[in-house]
């Protein structure tokens, strides 16, 4: 009878560990969408910076 305890409290253990590795991944996973997301935003403005200076620059060359 001990054995069959102590198989009940190393299954409710290891239901508790998967819970807590579930709540880690799941924030985990929110905060990668976060940064990604936020890094996109500054690819987005970097590129679209560029892109006005490369058109000045074509006007400054076309002017010439």
């Known amino acids: 009878?001990?054995?069959h305890g102590n198989t009940?409290?190393?299954v409710k253990y290891l239901?508790?560990?998967?819970?807590q590795l579930t709540d880690?991944?799941?924030v985990m996973k929110?905060?990668?969408t976060t940064e990604?997301?936020?890094l996109k935003t500054v690819m987005?403005?970097?590129?679209?910076?560029?892109?006005?200076?490369?058109m000045h620059q074509d006007r400054i060359y076309q002017d010439r």
């Open 1 to 3: 009878m001990a054995e």
């Open 8 to 10: 009940e409290v190393r």
């Open 15 to 19: 239901e508790q560990l998967t819970k």
């Open 24 to 26: 880690q991944v799941r």
């Open 30 to 32: 929110q905060l990668v």
């Open 36 to 38: 990604v997301s936020d």
């Open 44 to 54: 987005q403005l970097q590129v679209a910076e560029v892109k006005q200076i490369v």
